[in-house]
């Protein structure tokens, strides 16, 4: 019989924080890679809660620290990706980015816009991060259509009458988006819309943000233990 003053009690394991679970519950934009889905334009981006949102300035591709909130958003993003792949649980498997321009202007010089930023997204996050070029989707979301609509139909919720349009005008402009299937006749057909009014009050209240954004979700990979 071994005296009971001589037994030794097992050491307690430590149990290392799963800092990966703790990493997703606290920022939705990363993502396990089973719930990827890919970007469909028809969907409007600014519902996506989860989504990261940087800005640029109007007509510009290159993408400023200085400008709006993109310092703590550019911050996030790098600490986040940085974290990622210094674990050894878990893997980045894809960083999704979508560029958008507004929807005044030519089709082409917009397109570009769009493609460009995404670009500019993905180039910044790669001179902070070494992550290769596989691991990015770049989506150019071009002319933000689907944003605008859906702007305009929360619009129409919330819509105070003195506001210097009205309802049916919105309404009106909305029918426009969705029944003219040529993006270059839609512009010009709202442009004309009540004179311009209608035009004038969409540039003021909508396409501030459309002419700057860019969205982006990491999704990742949990390794087997």
Known sequence: VIPVDTIKPEPIPVVKPDIIKQLMAENPVLCDISDYRPYDPTKPMRRDSAALLVHFELDKYDLK???????????????????????????????????FASIEGRIRHNEMLGEQRAIALKRYIQNAVEVPDSMFELNNGGEAWAEVRDQIAELIEKHDEKSGTTVAELKRAISIIDNEPAADHREQRLRVLNGGRTWNYIKEHVLADQRISGYMRIYLERKKP
């Open 65 to 99: 620290r200085d400008f709006r909130q993109n310092a703590a958003t550019l911050d996030r993003v790098i600490s986040l990706t940085r974290q990622i792949v210094a674990d050894s649980t878990a893997e980045v498997r894809l960083i999704q980015i979508i560029g």
